[in-house]
């Protein structure tokens, strides 16, 4: 395209004033490379960093009627600046069997989801980097239509679908099986989870998938494995950053889901998300919401950089 | 390497497991009974409904106007943090940024929601700014998480793209600022179309973290819908929700299609 034809160079004059602009701007020691990165550096670090930090510091305050509804970390008493922590709220976490079995319950929830969204994905994903090239683009676009439709309204879908007169139940009923109860329960949360992630599952795996060499297969092949030794001794292991990018994709988001527990959950259903919303909006609660974010926290940030090293491997391979 | 029969059902059967729900959704929102799951006939009396609902049309307006905001923000900040990413190999504190760049991807969204909450509430204490929380803190919000979103999209598309080109406009003597508005900027565009899109979605469809940063009075239309969903299964839901997903799925088929267009002449280039 823009190689085929003569590139076209205005006169001088007509030069748009860039050149200019950014001779004036080194004059005053202002580089390009600032310019780029000043506006995304503050933003990210007024917006994204220095809340964390915030939150961190509310943690350490106790709740007060009033506003803001939380205690002062910084006082200042006859002249004499003090500084007030609390470490109320962490120890709370720790004594109080609320949270910890929240934490532990979200954990699980978590993973058994993930394992599952990982077992329906990976057929998907390796069958989509196997087909051919129009269908794999249809396919594709397939996975990631539903990605683009209202995470919401999904989860109200599924509503809709296992209810105790829903799609799924009329169905059974058409063979005279006894409704089943699936709303309200924990396996409801699952299929949630699993329904809404399954595309951030798939899309990591078929990068990797379709990148692998098929004449590994066929050499494998040709030295006698079977198809089912194959893939566990050579598409299972090379596929490995593909498997953990899209698992840590759909595990962190799903400890602190709280749409999906608290539309198709029961009132049995503990979740750590849903424990922080209820600490914030039913018990103004602000500094214990913060603590119980805190140690959100720390459960996520090592699946975090576990997903931060795949995905490297994801993209180079 | 094929295996035969299992994995064409193990694909079939995962995409119909992706697609029921959405299209039984759609269906109900045609039906005449207020009973969603029992069909009674054809009618559109709840999209009828839906239009004569002044709270809901005001979310709708109010979810609209911050989704263009705070996705055309995002559009500017994502592409610049892309740039910096794919271009500067090595700059101080390049890890912090990547790291701050691609967490609010993962970051629970309680967790942002809180987190940037309190610091609106902090900074009105110590700044006097912002006043309140509405409109402008749920768009500041949004674009923070869409930052994220955008620069993924922008950095595959600016890692993969001929640099030849670039080279070749300033050995021309076209000044970086003028390559990149040039060269650099026509070429990605497809990517800056699809991550403003992917903004504009996801900033219409989050619940909480507007949740957590609007005030009194600014009640996106997820919020709305939440609130009506908790209360059972209601039609004009389904209905709202069949328009919604007619428009993305109108506006993902147009972007695909925009970059499939664009792909095989940048394989010649």
């Known amino acids: ?317 | 390497m094929r295996r035969g029969w299992f994995l064409p059902i193990a694909a079939a059967l995962g995409f119909s497991f992706l697609y029921a729900p959405i299209i039984s959704l759609v269906i109900f929102s045609f039906n005449e009974s207020k009973l969603v799951t029992v069909w009674s006939g054809f009618s559109t009396k709840w999209y009828g409904e839906l239009f004569s609902d002044p709270q809901l049309l005001g979310a709708a307006w109010l979810s609209l106007q911050i989704a263009a905001l705070s996705a055309s923000i995002a559009l500017v900040l994502g592409t610049l943090a892309a740039v910096a990413l794919v271009r500067f190999r090595r700059f101080k504190g390049r890890t912090l940024f990547s790291g701050m760049v691609s967490a609010p991807l993962v970051m629970p969204d309680v967790i942002t929601g809180l987190a940037l909450l309190l610091l609106f509430v902090a900074m009105e204490s110590t700044l006097g700014w912002p006043r309140g929380r509405g409109m402008l803190t749920i768009v500041i919000a949004h674009a923070t998480f869409c930052t994220a979103y955008v620069c993924v999209v922008v950095q595959s598309r600016l890692s993969d793209f001929d640099r030849s080109l670039e080279e070749a406009a300033m050995d021309l003597g076209a000044s970086p600022l003028r390559t990149f508005f040039d060269i650099t900027l026509p070429i990605i565009a497809p990517a800056l179309v699809s991550g403003w899109l992917l903004g504009f979605t996801l900033s219409l469809d989050d619940l909480v973290i507007a949740s957590f940063v609007s005030g009194p009075g600014s009640s996106t239309l997820p919020m709305v819908i939440f609130s009506k969903v908790k209360l059972g299964v209601s039609p004009d839901v389904n209905a709202l929700a069949t328009i919604i997903i007619g428009i993305v799925a109108l506006g993902v088929l147009a972007a695909t299609i925009l970059q499939l267009r664009s792909r095989p002449k940048k394989a010649r280039a």
């Open chain 1, 1 to 317: 395209m823009t190689t085929a034809h003569e590139p076209t160079i205005p006169p001088p004059r007509r030069l748009r004033p860039w050149n200019a602009v950014e001779r004036r701007l080194a004059r005053v020691g202002i580089t390009g490379r600032m310019l780029v990165l000043v506006a995304p550096v503050l933003w990210l670090l007024v917006f994204f960093l220095v809340p964390l930090l915030v939150v961190f510091g509310i943690s350490l305050a106790t709740k007060q009627f009033g506003r803001p509804p939380y205690s002062a970390l910084l006082s200042t008493e006859e002249g004499t600046v003090q500084l007030t922590l609390h470490l109320s709220n962490y120890i709370r976490l720790f004594t109080d069997n609320l949270y910890v079995a929240a934490y532990l319950s979200s954990i699980r929830i978590a993973a058994i989801a993930t394992i599952i969204t990982l077992i329906i994905g990976y057929p998907m994903a390796y069958a989509i980097a196997r087909s051919s090239d129009r269908w794999r683009n249809i396919l594709l676009m397939l996975v990631i239509l539903p990605f683009f439709t209202s995470f919401l309204l999904r989860v109200y879908a599924l509503t809709g679908f296992m209810r105790g007169n829903g799609v799924i139940n009329q169905f059974l009923a058409l063979f005279g099986i006894e409704p089943l109860v699936m709303m309200q329960t924990d396996f409801a949360v699952y299929v949630g989870i699993v329904y809404t992630y399954l595309p951030f599952m798939i899309l990591p795996l078929y990068t990797t998938l379709v990148k692998l060499d098929v004449s590994l297969f066929e050499a494998s092949a040709d030295l006698g494995a079977r198809p089912a030794r194959t893939f566990l001794s050579v598409t299972l292991p090379l596929s490995m950053p593909g498997i953990i990018a899209g698992s840590m994709l759909v595990f962190i988001p799903a400890i602190g889901e709280f749409v999906i527990p608290s539309l198709l959950g029961g009132p049995g259903t503990l979740m750590i998300g849903r424990v922080l919303w209820d600490e914030f909006f039913t018990n103004t609660n602000w500094p214990r919401a913060a603590a119980v974010a805190m140690a959100m926290l720390v459960v996520v940030v090592v699946p975090i950089m576990l997903l931060q090293r795949a995905q490297s491997a994801v993209v180079e391979k």
